[in-house]
């Protein structure tokens, strides 16, 4: 068996409402699509995680691709990146994101051809059943859903995931500046919840030192389960350490720092930003000998999805549930998705390699939605047209 081509689209995923972060406003996520074609006819699917990454993939990678056997995805690295250590300048990581979606394929192909689920080909399943949380936030109004711009509004969402789908686990946005709004909106999720859900928070690094310090004594009462980027660097969050024993969670791959300050808690990261599915759980296993949890992060199609349900039911260490935005994405690239939590999980699929299948319509959509608009600005700010949002410095 041999690569016979490789085509990488690039498409736009929106979401059925914009969410309001530290920067701005964001309508969703646009992304690029990887499907590798085999002399056999399999095709394996893969995910990059910018639509940049398209000219890439087809100009650079792909001309080195063709013709080698899909089996050796060692050799596939080694023709396709340089080798790298650490998180240096001179990393080149827009092609480690690229060439990861190729991976992602070739562990797709793989399993397609064994008839094994990727999470098999991984060790086997600690588990079967993914857990998720769900997403919360200040929501401006889209189409046919949206416009929670109130606490009250919010928390009515919240309790309406309870009761139609069993959801006792939430991720959600804190980054109101000044905070004292997403401090209110803090106490009041946690009385309308009550005690046994799980609340986590992502401020994406909107607060300097100073006022991360007044928040952790705010919400110390409230049972945070996590806070994610309270400050803007490694060395602020051991600082803030002395005055916060909720754990602390980064996007950062940056584990040596990591150990050496004691902080951040957990890495929360994708497959891309590693360079693939084998070096992710190589990864996750440098964390769990450094005491350090993993879990990993959302917006993406059912493709990497789905890669990343495949390396969370072979890796015990994963021992938290994962974020999700799935709720809130009306449109996926796969027959199978948008995945639907259900009771905080999703069932790992258990077809052959990913186990998912691409839709060409929907694709097709995604795509014409990326040409016809362009990529999505995660950066907007609603309140300053034209303008891009300031986060503080001290």
Not at 290 to 319: C, E, K, N, Q
Not at 379 to 392: K, V
């Amino acid at each position: 068996m041999r690569i016979t081509g490789i085509r990488a689209t690039p498409v736009n995923l929106p979401l059925e409402a914009p969410y309001l972060w530290s920067y701005g406003s964001l309508a969703g996520f646009s992304k690029t699509i990887v499907e590798v074609e085999t002399s056999d006819g399999l095709i394996g699917l893969g995910e990059a995680p910018s639509p940049a990454a398209a000219h890439l993939i087809e100009t650079s990678l792909a001309p080195r691709l063709i013709g080698r056997d899909p089996f050796d995805g060692q050799g596939a690295e080694e023709v396709c990146v340089p080798g790298w250590r650490g998180l240096g300048t001179d990393v080149d990581f827009g092609l480690v994101r690229a060439f990861a979606s190729i991976d992602i394929a070739l562990w797709d192909i793989r399993g397609k051809a064994w008839g094994q689920p990727v999470y098999k080909l991984l060790g086997g399943a600690h588990r079967t059943a993914i857990p998720f949380t769900d997403y919360f936030s200040f929501r401006e109004q889209g189409e046919t859903a949206g416009g929670e711009r109130t606490i009250e509004a919010v928390v009515d969402y919240c309790l309406r995931l309870k009761a139609e789908h069993g959801t006792t686990m939430f991720e959600g946005k804190f980054s109101d500046s000044p905070p004292a709004v997403s401090i209110r909106l803090l106490e009041a999720l946690r009385q309308a919840l009550g005690p046994e859900a799980l609340l986590r928070i992502d401020s994406n690094k909107a607060y300097s030192l100073t006022e991360a310090r007044r928040i952790a004594s705010a919400i110390a009462p409230l049972d945070i389960r996590c806070w994610e980027d309270p400050v803007g660097s490694f060395e602020e969050m051991a600082a803030l350490r002395r005055h916060c024993s909720i754990p602390f969670s980064v996007h950062t791959p940056d584990l040596r720092r990591a150990v050496a300050l004691g902080v951040p808690d957990v890495m929360c990261t994708d497959i891309c930003v590693h360079g693939g599915i084998g070096r992710t759980q190589r990864f996750i296993a440098a964390c769990e000998a450094m005491g350090v949890d993993f879990w990993f992060y959302s917006g993406d199609s059912g493709i990497a999805s789905a890669a990343y349900m495949h390396l969370a039911a072979a890796t015990p260490h994963i021992r938290e549930p994962s974020q999700s935005l799935f709720r809130q994405q009306p449109v996926d690239v796969i027959n199978e998705g948008p995945f639907t939590p259900h009771h905080n999980c999703v069932e790992v699929p258990h077809g052959p390699g990913l186990g998912v299948t691409l839709a060409p319509d929907k694709l097709a959509y995604c795509h014409r939605h990326f040409v016809e608009n362009g990529a999505f600005d995660k950066f907007h700010d609603p309140d300053r047209p034209g303008m891009l949002r300031r986060l503080p410095l001290m």
